[in-house]
Every structure is written in structure tokens, then in C-alpha cells.
């Protein structure tokens, strides 16, 4: 069977985006920018066509699943105590459960893309604490612009960081929470990419 989805399936997914934006429109606009660069990663990653899509769709939706968390930790400005951060980070595995309830034809590539964003190339991530060649190749490539784009935008509890700034933190994180030679190839995509920001 072939995994590209039909018109009436690409219907499913935006009404999910739409709910996200009216939950929350920061996440919104982050998912917007982390998807024009994983676009730009994919194909700088020789992807097939067919995994270049379910990344188009999993950047999309990601963090879909924080429709799930509470109000008071999703918008909270402070510190989040530690049960706060476990709530937090069930959008994960939330996001895979809304994924896996669509019609998308390559519904379980995206769902899987989704509950493994937040897994570190050290296994110091989640849910799973998957390590290495164990993470899909789109997860190891959405953390680092999900990561970069995070660190450039302002939130209520930090302010953005400079373009440099954030590279040669991430640098830092190449070999342990990022894959090192995906690391290598964003930094020269984010170099030529309008998605850049000063
Ligand atoms: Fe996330």
C-alpha cells in the first residue's frame, strides 16, 4: 500500500493544528518554523520522499499532545516542580495517541516520530530512553531545530538567545543530547536557510 495520504486524509491533520493554535499560539508558530527547517534538514539528509513526508507532518504536529497538559503547566512562567515536568512531558507520548486516531495512511511513521521527539542521542531523553541508531533518524533531526528554535524565541520564563549563542551551546550538546553528524549538517543548512534568525 502506498503511505502518501489522500486529499481527504492531508484534511485530517490541520483541523489538529488549529486546535493546537487555539490552546496555544506560541507552540503553534513554533511548530510553523520547526517545519519550514526540517524541511530544509530532510532533503539536506538525502531522505526518501516517503520519510521526508512523515517529517513534514510530525514537525507539524509534535508537540500536538500538550492539547493534553494542564493549563497551569503549559502556561506557567516559573521553574515547573518536578511533578509539574512529568505532566509536561506526557505530550509526547499524548501527541502519538491523537496521531494514531487520524486517517493519515502514514499515521504510525508520524505517531512514532512524535513519541520519540524528545529522546537524546545519549538515552538521556523520552519517554523510552532510546540511544543512538535506536532513535529515528527524523527524531535525532526534529530535536536539534526543535532545540535551536526553542532557545532563539522568547518565553515567558527565558529571554532568546542570539543565533551564535545558541550554535555554540548546541555544539556542546553534539555527542551527548544531539546527534553529532546531524548536528554537523544543520549547522550548515541554518547558515544558508532564511529561517535564521540574527
Ligand atoms: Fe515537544
Not at 162 to 171: A, F, G, N
Not at 183 to 192: G, M, N
Request: proline share 4%.
Amino acid at each position: 500500500m502506498s503511505s502518501a495520504n489522500t486529499p481527504d486524509q492531508e484534511k485530517a491533520y490541520p483541523s489538529l493544528i488549529t486546535a493546537l493554535y487555539a490552546r496555544d499560539a506560541y507552540t503553534k508558530c513554533h511548530c510553523d518554523r520547526v517545519c519550514k527547517l526540517a524541511q530544509e534538514m530532510g532533503q539536506a539528509a538525502n531522505l526518501s520522499a516517503t520519510s521526508l513526508e512523515a517529517l513534514r507532518i510530525a514537525s507539524q504536529l509534535h508537540d500536538v499532545g500538550k492539547i493534553g497538559v494542564r493549563d497551569d503547566v503549559l502556561l506557567k512562567p516559573g521553574r515547573l516542580t518536578s511533578d509539574e515536568w512529568e505532566e509536561m512531558k506526557s505530550h509526547s507520548v499524548i501527541g502519538e495517541r491523537i496521531i494514531k486516531d487520524t486517517f493519515l495512511s502514514n499515521g504510525v511513521e508520524v505517531a512514532s516520530i512524535v513519541r520519540h521527539h524528545h529522546e537524546s542521542f545519549d538515552g538521556s531523553g523520552y519517554p523510552d530512553g532510546l540511544v543512538g541508531a535506536q532513535i529515528p533518524q527524523n527524531c535525532r533531526i526534529l530535536l536539534i531545530i526543535d532545540t535551536y528554535d526553542a532557545m532563539t524565541t522568547g518565553r515567558p520564563y527565558h529571554k532568546a538567545i542570539s543565533h551564535h549563542e545558541t550554535m555554540s551551546i548546541l555544539k556542546q550538546e553534539a555527542g551527548t543530547k544531539l546527534d553529532p553528524e546531524m548536528f554537523s549538517l544543520f549547522s550548515r543548512v541554518i547558515e544558508r536557510t532564511s529561517t535564521r534568525t540574527s
